[in-house]
């Protein structure tokens, strides 16, 4: 159906990276929509909280081992606070988790052309490293907040966001190169 839409706007050489990018756009266009859900309806608001501190302290329990290997010093965590002894308090919030990196990571394997069988596995196996890319960042931050606390919003908005999207990126293309049928067929 969307092919037959598309094809009154754009030529056959395009449809294929019109359907991707029409595809991609309604799912981000979800997610938008599924976020304003979970954070003005009660019960998605409920569940949503949920799977968040779920995800938060997965990421708070390796990030901590992280940081007691470079930090000769107590650290204790209270919800989702990491506390350096006699020093600073590191707060992960929502936003710091990597959902909506998992979220688009899934998004994308989903609405490419693929062999399901292949999506099962990569899929979870993408999320697991971005949660793990991330809770590598969790610890860096709170040394970087610590002993460098002039680079600790750099770190924070910048290099993980090239990190953890240059990861998804190549994880993509890994995934592609031996499970997309196009470039399987080239071969």
Not at 72 to 90: C, D, G
Not at 141 to 159: G, M, Q, R, T
Request: with cysteine.
């Amino acid at each position: 159906m969307l092919k037959k839409i598309l094809s009154k706007f754009v030529g056959k050489e395009q449809q294929l990276p019109a359907i991707f990018a029409t595809k991609m756009l309604l799912v981000y266009i979800g997610w938008k929509l599924f976020r304003y859900g979970a954070d003005n309806i009660t019960v998605l608001n409920f569940y949503w909280r949920k799977l968040s501190d779920i995800v938060a302290q997965w990421e708070i329990n390796i990030a901590v081992p992280l940081l007691r290997i470079f930090l000769n010093e107590k650290i204790t965590v209270y919800s989702r606070n990491i506390l350096l002894e006699k020093s600073v308090a590191v707060y992960v919030a929502d936003h710091c988790l990597g959902l909506s990196a998992m979220f688009i990571f899934t998004a994308f394997v989903l609405v490419i052309e693929g062999n399901v069988k292949h999506k099962i596995w990569f899929i979870p196996l993408g999320i697991f490293l971005i949660a793990f890319i991330n809770a590598i960042r969790v610890a860096a931050l709170c040394y970087i907040f610590k002993y460098a606390p002039e680079w600790f919003d750099f770190n924070h908005s910048y290099v993980y966001v090239a990190l953890t999207y240059g990861a998804i990126f190549l994880m993509l293309m890994w995934w592609m190169e031996r499970f997309y049928p196009a470039s399987r067929s080239a071969h």
